[in-house]
């Protein structure tokens, strides 16, 4: 199970995600984080759900492909959406779905963020990342993330 904890985050998106919460919840939609960190293993077995595992295709990335691997990544939802079957993924609660993930994006983009809600090939609504503009390849090459002062 992937992490839900902020603090597991680089320090510039946990301080992006922070801002997010704080635009989300003053907009009176408070959000919850659902998945933060992920490690190679458990981004291999996401990446298996509908296709060697039973359930629905949610992801494109591998294990290492992930800006969840290198906690650049978070997955969010409006806690109003976590009741509803599929966090409102469904026609009858579509109009309410679709108008909580729009500002969800929104107050994300706001916060220099990318929305996985505007991703062609598959929509993934809870999904935040920030990429420090460094490409998936340059960070398994190992390129420094910018600000990170973990690792000094």
């Known amino acids: 199970?992937?992490?839900?904890?902020?603090?597991?985050?680089?320090?510039?998106?946990?301080?992006?995600?922070?801002?997010?919460?704080?635009?989300c919840a003053a907009?009176?939609?408070p959000i919850r984080i659902t998945a933060t960190y992920r490690s190679v293993a458990e981004q291999n077995a996401l990446y298996a759900q509908g296709r060697s595992k039973p359930g629905k295709i949610v992801t494109n990335a591998k294990g290492g492909t992930?800006?969840?691997?290198?906690?650049?990544?978070?997955?969010?939802?409006?806690?109003?959406?976590?009741?509803l079957d599929n966090w409102g993924d469904n026609k009858k609660d579509q109009a309410v779905a679709n108008?909580?993930?729009?500002?969800?994006?929104?107050?994300?983009?706001e916060q220099g963020l990318e929305w996985g809600g505007e991703w062609r090939t598959i929509?993934?609504?809870?999904?935040?990342?920030?990429?420090g503009g460094l490409t998936l390849a340059q960070l398994i090459q190992g390129a420094k993330i910018p600000g990170d002062t973990r690792m000094a």
């Open 66 to 83: 992930s800006y969840h691997n290198f906690r650049l990544a978070y997955d969010g939802v409006p806690e109003k959406l976590l009741a």
């Open 123 to 131: 929509k993934d609504r809870p999904h935040c990342q920030w990429t």
């Open 27 to 29: 907009a009176g939609m």
């Open 1 to 23: 199970m992937s992490s839900r904890d902020i603090s597991e985050l680089h320090p510039v998106v946990r301080a992006k995600c922070e801002a997010h919460m704080k635009a």
């Open 99 to 109: 108008a909580a993930w729009a500002l969800y994006g929104k107050l994300a983009k």
